[in-house]
């Protein structure tokens, strides 16, 4: 049975000035998607993003006043727009904040994807669409958000995660896509990593360290006759 539902909760963090976008989810019929288009504010731009993959496929901005059918999973979420054209992107391993990183964005592209299987070879907006965010994070804001963020992955036992946030006009910070167990990590990014302290490296000793937790005793030769 086809169902939509809405999420509109703000994100489980100690600011106040972090939110989670209007979020409807069309499981699979064109009735509950006009349903829900026709419920959403006519004000306020959506995103459509249909349910093939990642790198922005076929995600389009809209407003309320057009009707897309669809016969598959698809989400509607609100749009936020950056005054800067940026949104920032944290990298999460083993709960930890690696680092972050400014993404330029723009109204026609939705590829966030930093990995360099899925970024375009030519940045559409020019220059460099990734970049290592130093001094990230600053306090309060910032810090808060990460804080809420770790205590939200810690919760749905996730160990890895790309979380993207976008700041609006109003000094507020909107978390817009969760990427669970996700390894998405751009090679130019990582090589400028101090040894041992990038996404890759972090995964690798995560791993090993599980395996040494669930590795059985050793054996020990019998002792001599």
Known sequence: ???VE?????TPT???????????????TRITLAAALKAWDPKTPYLIKPNCGGSGNDITLSSAKSVRS???????QSYVESPTDTLVRMEFVDRELVYALQVRTSREDFNNCPSDHCTVEHCPIGGSKFSRLEGFPRPPAERDMVRGLQRLIAANRLDIAG????LDKDG???????????????RKIESRCAPGRGGTARVADLLVRRAAA???PAETDPPAV
């Open 1 to 3: 049975m086809a169902r």
């Open 6 to 10: 809405r999420f509109s909760n703000r």
């Open 14 to 28: 100690a600011s106040s000035n972090v939110f989670t976008c209007r979020l409807t989810v069309d499981l699979g």
């Open 70 to 76: 669809s016969d598959h999973l698809v989400l509607l």
């Open 163 to 166: 979380v993207e946030a976008v």
């Open 172 to 186: 507020k910070w909107w978390i817009i896509d969760i990427n669970c167990v996700n390894t998405n990590y751009n």
């Open 214 to 216: 669930h590795r059985p």
